[in-house]
């Protein structure tokens, strides 16, 4: 052991016992850092998720539209998700999220102005979204490997799922506000509201004690590195498995963006109230939820396929809703099973990816998860413009019970065959 402390490295004589609990992870000081200001950005974020789900509805008329703007915003994470995984292991990944968190702020000023003036158009929205993409594309795999550097192996699982908590107490909090303002003022203060809000997240990276934060190496520049990820994924069900049940969620079922406001204002009649309602719904069902995965901590293959069933279940249950007040409820069930698969999943791919490939490998969750949506998204619209709303979140809960049979051949095969092999 060196003599002198090294920044970078965590050293104590009697190391103290891991924390357990709901809450072990905001036991570190970086950690509250990074929570409290992701937690007021993304209240923003969902604001101007909902406002400007609106503000297309409003100026195009069309579901169709929606989920192509949708699917804009998501394109550039399928394309360039697995290359941005590449750069998250050579750079270092606080910086890069400083430079492009500052990056995303000033493009929802821009639209916050545009709509403020009334001088948007849909292409501004357009272009907007895209930009905002190509960010998220970047931003995305160097957030969820940053999040093993500040908290370590032990506390992975509980940081996680305490990130999911809290990305889905901000989809409670963001859309009820920004239903209030777009009746109230429109949709150009909600998009000045969550540029504001960058400067949380952006002070908090800039604060953090840099001495406790992990030190990963970056990976050195050499070619054949995004094929080198791409084999080692390939060469692992632990992690390939978790992905493709991901990649078919995904695309079909986690197109909230596009098929809740078409129920809101075509299945249910209602307004942007009606809206904030369903998607709040929705994020305080993740917080119950999310905070009692958090407690329990469990990862792997069957925990998460029994997520996926669920998921499916929940979302069933939202379609085939007769009123409003009865959709809502399923919506909260909705949540605490969403925040339930997806925290299971990244945990999973966390912990059985090696720290240089870790980058790489939340990518490709990345790709999954929003990249998906370029596919899924226009999907969704249009069946929800042709056929209806229901339609849509069936179609979506189908995804979840393929993936769920997905995740049940798999796990039996593996138990199968691990009596062949002490055979042998």
């Excluded at 090294?6 to 009697?14: I, L, V």
């Excluded at 995004?226 to 079909?252: D, F, H, K, Q, S």
């Excluded at 049979?405 to 042998?424: D, E, F, I, S, Y």
Aim: hydrophobic share 55%.
């Amino acid at each position: 052991m060196p003599d002198a402390y090294e920044p970078g490295t965590r050293q104590s004589e009697t190391p103290p016992p891991p924390r357990t609990g709901a809450f072990a992870s905001l036991a570190n000081p970086n950690y509250r850092l990074y929570f409290f200001g992701q937690a007021l950005s993304l209240v923003g974020t969902w604001m101007q998720a909902t406002a400007q789900a609106w503000l297309v509805l409003t100026l195009s008329g069309s579901a169709s539209i929606l989920g192509l703007i949708v699917a804009l915003q998501a394109l550039p994470v399928l394309l360039l998700g697995p290359y941005a995984g590449v750069i998250a292991d050579r750079v270092d990944r606080r910086r890069l999220m400083i430079a492009l968190q500052t990056v995303m702020g000033v493009l929802a000023a821009v639209l916050a102005v545009l709509t403020i003036g009334g001088w948007v158009q849909i292409w501004h929205v357009a272009v907007l979204a895209l930009l905002l993409g190509l960010n998220n594309a970047f931003e995305n795999p160097a957030r969820q490997a940053f999040i093993h550097q500040i908290v370590g192996e032990s506390l992975i699982r509980n940081a996680v799922t305490l990130n999911s908590v809290m990305v889905n107490a901000a989809r409670a909090v963001g859309p009820g506000v920004a239903g209030v303002l777009l009746a109230a003022v429109g949709a150009g203060w909600c998009f000045a509201i969550n540029a504001g809000s960058f400067v949380a997240v952006v002070v908090s990276l800039i604060a953090m004690n840099l001495a406790t934060i992990e030190h990963e190496e970056p990976v050195q520049r050499a070619k054949g590195q995004l094929r080198e990820g791409l084999r080692y994924v390939a060469g692992l069900p632990t992690l390939w498995i978790p992905l493709v049940m991901m990649a078919l969620v995904g695309t079909l079922a986690y197109e909230f963006q596009v098929s809740l406001p078409a129920a809101a204002k075509e299945t249910f009649d209602g307004g942007p109230q009606a809206l904030g309602f369903m998607t709040s719904a929705m994020g305080v069902g993740a917080v119950v939820g999310g905070l009692l995965v958090a407690a329990r901590g469990t990862t792997g293959l069957r925990p998460l396929t029994i997520a996926a069933a669920g998921f499916g279940v929940t979302i069933a249950i939202t379609a085939v809703a007769p009123t409003l007040p009865v959709a809502i409820g399923a919506l909260f069930l909705v949540g605490w099973l969403s925040v339930s698969f997806m925290s299971t999943g990244n945990a999973t791919l966390q912990l059985n990816a090696e720290p240089r490939m870790r980058g790489r490998v939340m990518a490709l969750w990345s790709v999954s998860f929003m990249g998906s949506t370029p596919i899924g998204g226009p999907i969704i619209g249009a069946i929800s413009e042709s056929a209806g709303a229901r339609v849509g979140l069936a179609v979506g809960a189908a995804a979840c019970f393929v993936a769920a049979g997905l995740g049940v051949g798999m796990w039996r095969h593996r138990r199968n065959a691990a009596p062949r092999m002490t055979m042998q």
